[in-house]
């Protein structure tokens, strides 16, 4: 091997556990996970942070990983959707997008899961004008989004203490 | 014609231990024909679903069943299904009647089991149909099985690993020392590679990675999709290209009244015909022509292929909708037997017709043959696919109308537009290569393929542009005008996107200047039953009408589902259109799987409503201006009504396909509801506040 970009040492901490790998600083977070993690269920639908496919929690907070590069979430906690049922509020999200139906191709389908999860920690009853607000990044080319609504609604009763 | 190319039982269904296996040419892209077509087994064969295997959709073991379109799959691969599984439980109650010495009338068939009466003597169904002679042919008019009261939903498939993330696209797939690999593009499609920086190669070639080129189509691959995508980069920055002249700009829709046409009478029934065109219809009271542009797939995830150049096989995964058209392609591009190409059928993202899907299979196995023995990952990246997948055609619609007495007398409907037919599928002057795009870009470029009409009834630009009323007389004419400036081929629904909008919009239009309800002015026009039924099914499920409220209707194809449709929406101060709610009233036949009937009808909807509201295709001479999801906008969560269904069930009435009858006429819907609301008439798509704006200020 030749002329490849310096790597540089990276610590992530990914659903619960440090991972170290040794990555070209630019690299975005999804290819990481995806490549070098085989951490999967993120999916490249854009790379421009324009479609939400690739979202993932960092610190409880709904993150784009198609563009920012890894080095940037050292020192987060990052939870993929392979993480997300380990959290009472994603087990019950994943639970309500079944009972919903609420997935055609499924491409779109892991980042909302995410999505919703990161909503409702936030904020456990929203409206459905807040549901919206919140999943404007993502895109469905499928027309799933009434169903994604219907999943919400229920996801936000079963947890409903 | 799914059974003519495979008439056998066997073709259909198999035994693997104690389970089914039943097979399809047609493949799954969320439309839920899997769901659909394990329900038809597991009815006609009263096993649950655990106890029947979908088999892979892969050319040499599957059912030719040629391309996954135009809403034929429960038509052609159900019923061929539904009669090959009756086919074999008939034969099988004979057998078991055999061996028990009774009459088979006398046989129940309960999971899987036949049973004497008395339930004394029992045998199970799998193991006699593995007895059956092979050379059992389907019977093609073998009784459905009565079906079961409480059968309970069948869940999507995969829709338990999708939501936790653990369902392999055919993105995620990963083999052994498997490599990615990206495609650089030239600015656009009439640019050649004049010459390519040899720094920039060695620069890519020195990480390890492999640098392919043919002509001026160039790839790069590597063991890592990062690095890949970095060196694209780079490599791009190496090349030079030699631009020509550039794009044809202009209106998409001035050449298709300019441009050579191939002109076709269109015979009430749908069914376009050689000869002379009929005479311009004399005395009309009413026009109107409407003009919807090129639109994008845009499938959420771009596309990609998997291929490994073996010895003697070329294995190609992919998620193109006609696995066998596409091998047959492949194989003429290569010089290749077809026997040595294997395509296997594996899901990406949803497609909705013909988009990347076969270009990377084939740009990926360019890229395998200079690397044999090493599997190829190729993905497009989000640009490619906004930039070079095949687009819907622009199409013109130009409609006139007599009116007599409040009701509507002649008719006169004539669409334009380029060709629909842009799939790789063998055909005269090796017209399968030459619908693949890396061919226009190879050492010895190929012509793009110049469209042919389509004379099938319904085919392409003229899909419903029959009207389903019954006005008493009507002339129908299609104009093909191939060659356009970008390359054009099928997306959901085809013609009757724009034939559908253009017949709802004048009928609307009349109705209110002869001060008909809408509704009531339509069912005047109508006589099928079923199709009144829908329409008064609409009415009475609407509330009192907001300001903007438009009804449409119209039966897919004039032959499959009837779907009326009412659309509710308000217009803000910056002339956005806001959508409150969708009403939708359809019949689908008997129905399959009636979540997945919904899911089509709603998914639909909202896809017809992102084409009216928000999707344009836009270039100029230097290329493609719509590049990703900020240039062409779709549909977001900001804007979905609420959406009510009613569904129709007609147990006695064949199935008939639904994904594709509710995008034309809640474009439709959309229309007459902003004239509802507005007063203005749009007439070319997409509805943005700035063509709000300029019909005002024009009006
Ligand atoms: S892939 Fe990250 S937003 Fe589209
Ligand atoms: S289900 Fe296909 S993109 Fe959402």
């Known amino acids: 091997m030749g002329a490849g970009p310096a790597l540089v040492s990276l610590t992530l901490n990914i659903n619960g556990t440090d991972r170290v790998v040794d990555s070209d600083p630019d690299t975005p977070l999804i290819f ?41 979430f050292e020192g987060k906690e990052i939870v993929t959707i392979e993480g997300i049922g380990a959290r009472a ?73 | 014609m799914s059974l003519a190319a495979a008439p056998l039982v066997r073709d259909w269904l198999g035994v693997e231990g104690d389970r089914a296996v039943i097979r399809t040419g047609k493949v799954d892209f969320g439309q839920r024909i899997t769901t659909a077509l394990l329900r038809i087994a597991c009815e006609e064969l009263t096993l649950p679903p655990d106890r029947i295997r979908v088999a892979p959709v892969r050319t040499g073991a599957a059912p030719d069943e040629g391309i996954t379109s135009g809403s034929n799959s429960v038509e052609q691969s159900g019923h061929a299904l539904r009669c090959a599984t009756a086919t074999a439980r008939e034969a099988a109650a004979a057998l078991a009647a055999q061996e028990l010495g009774l009459d088979p009338a006398r046989l129940t068939l309960a999971d ?24 059992l042919a389907v019977n093609a008019s073998a009784p459905a099985s009565p079906r079961r009261a409480h059968d309970a939903p069948l869940a999507p498939r995969g829709l338990r690993a999708m939501v936790e993330g653990r369902y392999a696209f055919l993105q995620d797939l990963d083999m052994p020392g498997m490599w990615h690999a990206r495609v650089v593009r030239p600015p656009h499609a009439l640019a050649r ?44 920055r190496g090349c030079d290209w030699d631009l020509g002249e550039g794009l044809p700009e202009g209106s998409p829709f001035d050449r298709l009244d300019t441009d050579p046409a191939i002109s076709l009478p269109v015979a009430p029934g749908g069914k376009p015909e050689k000869g002379s065109l009929p005479p311009p219809l004399d005395s009309f009271t009413h026009r109107l022509r409407v003009e919807r542009p090129n639109t994008l797939h845009g499938s959420l ?92 055609p622009a199409m013109a619609i130009d409609l006139a109308a007599r009116v007599k007495g409040g009701q509507i007398t002649g008719w ?84 009757a996107v724009a034939n559908v909008w253009a017949i709802e919009s004048l009928v609307d239009q009349i109705a209110g200047e002869t001060l008909q309800d809408p509704i009531a002015f339509r069912l005047a026009h109508l006589d099928d039953p079923r199709a009144i039924t829908v329409l008064e099914g609409l009415r ?44 939708i009233v359809a019949d689908a036949g008997r129905i399959v799987d009636e979540d997945g009937l919904r899911a089509q009808l709603e998914g639909g909807a909202l ?71 507005t007063g203005l008439r749009l007439t070319r798509m997409p509805f943005t506040p700035d063509a709000l704006q300029k019909a005002a200020l024009e009006a």
């Open chain 2, 112 to 135: 899987g089991v036949f049973a004497a009466p008395g339930g004394a003597n029992r045998i199970d169904l799998l193991p006699l149909i593995a007895r059956l002679n092979p050379a």
């Open chain 1, 89 to 161: 509020m994603g087990a019950a999200v994943q639970d309500a997008f079944v009972a919903a139906s609420a997935a055609q191709c499924g491409y779109c389908t892991a980042g909302l899961v995410v999505a919703v999860t990161g909503l409702l920690e936030t904020n456990p009853a929203p409206t459905r004008d807040e549901t919206a607000e919140a999943l404007t990044p993502h895109l469905c080319r499928c027309g799933s989004h009434p169903r994604v609504f219907r999943a919400v609604e229920i996801a936000a009763a079963a947890t409903d203490r």
């Open chain 2, 412 to 495: 006169s409907g004539e669409a334009r537009g380029d060709t629909h037919r842009g799939r790789p599928r063998p055909g005269p002057d090796r017209a399968g290569p030459q619908r693949l795009l890396a061919n226009r870009f190879r050492i010895d470029p190929m012509a793009p393929y110049s469209g042919q009409p389509n004379m099938n009834r319904h085919g392409g630009l003229h899909r419903n542009l029959d009207p389903i009323y019954d006005f008493a007389s009507r002339r129908l004419v299609k104009h093909l005008v191939p060659d356009g400036p970008i390359r054009s081929s099928a997306l959901r629904c085809l013609g």
């Open chain 2, 193 to 236: 590679l004049k010459s390519l920086d040899p720094e920039a190669v060695t620069a890519v070639e020195e990480t390890g990675q492999r640098v392919i080129r043919d002509g001026s189509f160039l790839a790069v691959a590597g063991p890592a999709e990062w690095p890949v995508l970095r060196a694209s980069l780079r490599l791009a």
């Open chain 2, 301 to 392: 995830g771009p596309s990609a292929a998997l291929t490994v150049w073996e010895e003697d096989v070329l294995r190609i995964t992919t998620h193109s909708q006609g696995i066998y058209p596409l091998r047959d392609s492949i194989a003429d591009s290569l010089g290749l037997d077809p026997d040595t190409v294997e395509i296997t059928h594996h899901p990406a993202a949803g497609c909705y017709g013909h988009n990347g899907a076969d270009d990377a299979a084939f740009e990926a196995a360019l890229v395998a043959r200079a690397l044999p023995g090493t599997p190829i990952l190729l993905k497009w990246a989000r640009e490619d696919e906004h930039a070079w997948e095949p687009a819907a």
């Open chain 1, 32 to 72: 990481v996970l995806r490549d070098e993690l085989g951490l999967k269920g993120a999916k490249l639908g854009c790379g421009l942070e324009q479609c939400g496919c690739c979202a993932v929690l960092a610190d409880g907070e709904v993150a784009l990983s198609c563009a920012t590069p890894a080095a940037v």
């Open chain 2, 540 to 583: 009475d499920s609407l509330g009192p009408a907001p300001e903007g409220r438009g009804i449409a209707y119209a039966q897919y194809k004039n032959a499959q589902t009837r779907c009326a449709i009412a659309v509710d929406l308000t217009v803000t101060d910056h002339a956005e259109l806001r959508l409150d709610r969708i009403a």
């Open chain 2, 607 to 677: 896809q017809g409503a992102s084409w009216a509201l928000y999707e344009e295709v836009r270039w100029d001479r230097d290329g493609m201006l719509t590049r990703d999801w900020d240039s062409y906008p779709v549909i977001r969560f900001d804007n979905i009504p609420e959406i009510a269904i009613t569904l129709i069930d007609r147990p006695e009435d064949p199935s008939v396909g639904a994904g594709e009858a509710s995008p034309p006429p809640t474009v439709a819907a959309i229309a007459n509801a902003v004239h509802a609301a």
